[in-house]
DNA sequence: TCCCTTGTTTAATATGTTTTAAACTATCTT
DNA sequence: AAGATAGTTTAAAACATATTAAACAAGGGA
């Protein structure tokens, strides 16, 4: 049973990194997700054989993400983690934010380059503009995919 | 103009980043995409200000993803690149083969698990297989969203 | 043929990230 | 309140990756 938790645990982290995710939260997203209970960072720390500082700083982490929440049990003062079972949400938030934030960093810089194209060079450089143009469609359709891909999740549903 | 494509070099590289490419991968094929002309190593290094050595090794990788191509100029025996212009498909294509690879890992993982489960265990660990259930469906739709991503992409030509 | 230029490979360096160990803070138990 | 336990923060270490510098190989022109 164990051994089956560490193959999963093992597969999650390969997935993760191919989402340039570290180890070490990509291990206790997956520990919880299969745990039935929540646990405590300390019993995290054991069952990972992994150090509290390291539990702690990626515990934070993923909480930023709302991949895991506390649960407050009765009578105990802290609290124990969780995972949240939307993994397609938090995968697809992550992604979604992180492009878009990119894509505001790029799109104003092609703005300005576009304005900034006199006449005379234009000229000698329509290749180069053309490009840019289709830069500009890309971008186009990634925004256009990202607005769309809540209406296909569901419809995967 | 040449601060302007410096600009935009700087901005693939952003983007290029959050897909957790190098720098100068990203700045080699934007230079390339920009260039009206191709360029050889030489002119890639000294235009990026970047060791031959460098481009050497990232050109060789550009080249098999396909995302550059060799140029043979008559009269010249060493080839120059050029970039392919269909950026929308090298970012889809890689994307693709590595889910594709790390899906393909995980797969046989969680149905040996499912395999082994034996009654016994399995009356106290309900909650354990609904959740592996859970992952086999997300599998599946990325799966389907994978094979349908070529028609979304024509679609939203 | 010999040198000069260009490109590749490799070993070393530099850079960045993850993890730990240890100091610190807070909480719980007696 | 004192000692023990749990969690956070930090500085250092371990590790991984990217980049360069230098040795090497191949081709081109004198």
Redesign the interface.
């Known amino acids: ?1 164990e051994k ?1 938790k560490d ?2 645990i093992e ?1 999650a982290v ?2 993760g990194e ?1 989402l ?1 995710l570290n180890r070490a939260v990509c291990q206790i997203y997956a520990l919880l ?2 745990s ?1 209970a929540p646990l405590s960072p300390t019993e995290i720390g054991k069952s990972l054989e992994m150090s509290k500082g390291n539990v702690s700083i990626n515990l934070r982490i993923l909480e930023q993400w709302n991949a895991v929440r506390k649960v407050w049990k009765k009578g105990y003062s802290r609290p124990l983690y969780t995972a949240n ?1 939307d ?2 949400m938090i995968i697809f938030d992550k992604l979604k934010t ?2 878009e934030k ?2 505001s ?2 799109k104003p ?2 703005m ?2 576009k304005n ?1 194209k006199d006449r005379n ?1 234009a000229a000698s ?1 329509e ?2 503009f053309a ?2 143009d ?1 830069i500009e469609r ?1 971008i186009g ?1 990634i925004e ?2 990202l607005q769309n891909l809540d209406t ?2 569901a419809f ?2």
């Open positions: 049973m089956a193959m999963l597969a390969n997935l191919s340039g997700y299969l039935n079972e993994i397609e992180g492009i990119r894509l960093y790029v810089i092609i300005q380059v900034h060079l450089n290749k180069f490009r840019l289709r890309l359709k256009f995919f296909i999740k995967t549903k």
